[in-house]
T-cell receptor, first 109, second 115 residues
Framework: KNEVEQSPQNLTAQEGEFITINCSYS?????LHWLQQHPGGGIVSLFM???GKKKHGRLIATINIQEKHSSLHITASHPRDSAVYIC???????????FGTGTSLTVIP | NAGVTQTPKFRILKIGQSMTLQCTQD?????MYWYRQDPGMGLKLIYY???????DKGEVPNGYNVSRSTTEDFPLRLELAAPSQTSVYFC??????????????FGQGTRLTVV
């Protein structure tokens, strides 16, 4: 059983569409990260959040601690948003992270 | 500010060869991590360190060794390369604690193939 589950695994969208990626986790956490990985590329941290909502440009991340759930939204999606999006949580105990398997997003022009 | 730097970016090894994957960070982060990423799987923790001189095993440490002689550097050593170690390796770092300044930073990855 994975501590972090993401859905969907794969997502194809038309340019301009609103996109939602979901993350559910089963452990108590001190923080949750949304990460972005372009094909063949490194991993970039988009957000770290422990409550509420954060927004950077067209990206919005929300978290509901009681429900152990987070969502990543992309407004007005663009082909350059095509990447794998990974949810990672930092448990309240221990020093490591648990990672989801990622959501592969393709945005078609 | 370079962040987390990994070298090399790509490497092909023959079975039984050894190599060291280098990782260095210039953010004075206490915690450093090595992960491997296999297709369709989440990142798996190999080793981590909470400070210079301290290292600990993660989920998948077999076949690897690490050292942390300085705050900046956290090299990962493969002694006898095996095909099962073909993977993409990521180094990460963060500050100790729970605050907003403890965001994790990742390197660009090392793509290793063992043939």
């Amino acid at each position: 059983k994975n501590e972090v589950e993401q859905s969907p695994q794969n997502l194809t969208a038309q340019e301009g569409e609103f996109i939602t990626i979901n993350c559910s986790y089963s452990v108590g956490i001190s923080a949750l990260h949304w990460l972005q990985q372009h094909p063949g590329g490194g991993i970039v941290s988009l957000f770290m959040l422990s409550s509420g909502k954060k927004k950077h440009g067209r990206l919005i991340a929300t978290i509901n601690i009681q429900e152990k759930h987070s969502s990543l939204h992309i407004t007005a999606s663009h082909p350059r948003d095509s990447a794998v999006y990974i949810c990672a949580v930092r448990p309240t105990t221990g020093n490591q992270f648990y990672f989801g398997t990622g959501t592969s997003l393709t945005v078609i022009p | 500010n370079a962040g987390v730097t990994q070298t090399p970016k790509f490497r092909i090894l023959k079975i039984g060869q050894s190599m060291t994957l280098q990782c260095t960070q210039d953010m004075n982060h206490n915690y450093m991590y090595w992960y491997r990423q296999d297709p369709g799987m989440g990142l798996k923790l190999i080793y981590y360190s909470v400070g210079a001189g301290i290292t600990d095993k993660g989920e998948v440490p077999n076949g690897y060794n690490v050292s942390r002689s300085t705050t900046e550097d956290f090299p990962l050593r493969l002694e006898l390369a095996a095909p099962s170690q073909t993977s993409v390796y990521f180094c990460a770092s963060r500050l100790r604690g729970q605050g907003l300044n403890t965001e994790a930073f990742f390197g660009q990855g090392t793509r290793l193939t063992v043939v």
